[in-house]
């Protein structure tokens, strides 16, 4: 069974930063793509960034040149490093694993993590 564990989220002021951090697990093998998406009350959850094989990423325009993704596959870990918060980015912040490879077999669908919360004060 293939789990995501995030940790990290909390209250920051505006203009503070946070670390995200999501480890997977589950006897994986590998993992096509980590991201973290994110969902405001009352809006639709929202791609906040990705990464793909390691090396391609890809981010909102929202958070281009304040957030940077990360990953470390020896440890199926994703991070999300945000700076320079503001308010707006208030949310509950989702991870996910696409296209996993266990020992159990591949897996086409999206694994999502339980949700951390950010909450940004100004």
């Known amino acids: 069974q293939v789990q995501l564990v995030e940790s990290g989220g909390g209250l920051v002021q505006a203009g503070g930063s946070l670390r995200l951090s999501c480890a997977a697990s589950?006897?994986?093998?590998?993992?096509?793509?980590m991201g973290w998406y994110r969902q405001a009350p009352g809006k639709q959850r929202e791609l906040v960034a990705r990464?793909?094989?390691?090396?391609?990423?890809n981010y909102a325009d929202s958070v281009k040149c304040r957030f940077t993704i990360a990953r470390d596959n020896t440890k199926n870990t994703v991070y999300l490093q945000m700076n320079s918060l503001k308010p707006e980015d208030k949310a509950v912040y989702y991870c996910?694993?696409?296209?996993?490879?266990?020992?159990?077999?591949?897996?086409?669908?999206?694994?999502w993590g339980q949700g951390t919360q950010v909450t940004v004060s100004s």
């Open positions: 996910y694993a696409l296209g996993v490879r266990s020992s159990g077999g591949f897996y086409s669908n999206n694994f």
């Open positions: 589950g006897n994986i093998l590998s993992i096509d793509t």
């Open positions: 990464n793909t094989g390691g090396a391609v990423t």
